[in-house]
């Protein structure tokens, strides 16, 4: 009887530890499995451009936008003043804030308004000399404030000092309309390995992503020596 007993007993173990066993094998299984997957999904999220998540979300905002302007036109609704009812004070300052962080210049419309702008630039960067100036206002005195009938051809004399400023200001300028040019210059030295401007254009393009790995080729078709 004892016998019978304790062979139920390592059968039972036995058993158990088959359970055990097979649970084991299950769960490693399962862990491969998970494993594989997320491997798959890395190499995926690698294959994706880097700016992939935010365009995802930009997209995802510009139509939840698009939804809430939809509900506002069928609404009858203003959609710009609904979506400031949500404005918060902070959102206001961030608002005004990046405002005023814009260039406010608007450009301008003619010759005139671009000359302005010009002489305001120029104007902003001139230093006055004061004591220059209220020196010449004691020699002058009413003679200094011209007016429609006033003569004062010859009063005004600038000094040394501000004629050679404004020597100095001119030149700065000539440099500065030199240097200027909405279009490159044009290299004469340079091989032609172009048919027009639009294939120069690819050729340099091309040449800036592969000319490292492709130099040593070109200079052995120069030589001759390209097996």
């Known amino acids: 009887m ?3 007993k304790s062979t139920d007993d390592v059968d039972t173990k036995r058993a158990e530890r088959l359970a055990r066993l097979k649970e084991l094998h299950l769960r490693r299984n399962e862990a491969r499995k998970l494993n594989h997957a997320e491997v798959i999904e890395e190499d995926h999220r690698k294959s994706l451009p880097t700016n992939f998540e935010r365009r995802c979300e930009r997209i995802k905002k510009q139509d939840e936008v698009t939804k809430r302007r939809r509900d506002a036109v069928d609404s009858g609704l203003d959609y710009e003043r609904v979506e400031q009812l949500d404005w918060t004070a902070e ?12 260039n406010p210049d608007v450009g ?17 960067q001139i230093k006055p000399d004061m004591e220059a100036c209220d020196k010449q206002k004691e020699e ?7 007016t429609s009938s006033s003569l004062i051809h ?7 000092k501000a004629v ?3 020597v100095e200001d001119l030149e700065l300028q000539y440099s500065k309309r030199g240097k200027f040019s909405r279009r490159r210059a044009f290299d004469i030295d340079a091989d032609i390995d172009y048919i027009n401007e639009r294939n120069r254009a690819f050729n ?7 000319g490292k790995y492709t130099a040593e080729i070109k200079q052995n078709l120069e030589r001759g020596t390209a097996v």
Do not use: V
């Open 204 to 210: 340099k393009k091309i040449e800036r992503y592969y």
């Open 91 to 102: 959102d206001c300052d961030k608002w005004e804030k990046k405002r005023k962080k814009k």
């Open 2 to 4: 004892d016998k019978d």
């Open 154 to 160: 010859g009063s005004h004399k600038p000094n040394e």
């Open 164 to 166: 050679n400023r404004m």
């Open 140 to 146: 002058l005195g009413e003679d200094y404030y011209a």
């Open 108 to 124: 301008f419309d003619n010759y005139e308004q671009c000359t302005y702008r010009a002489y305001t630039k120029l104007t902003a």
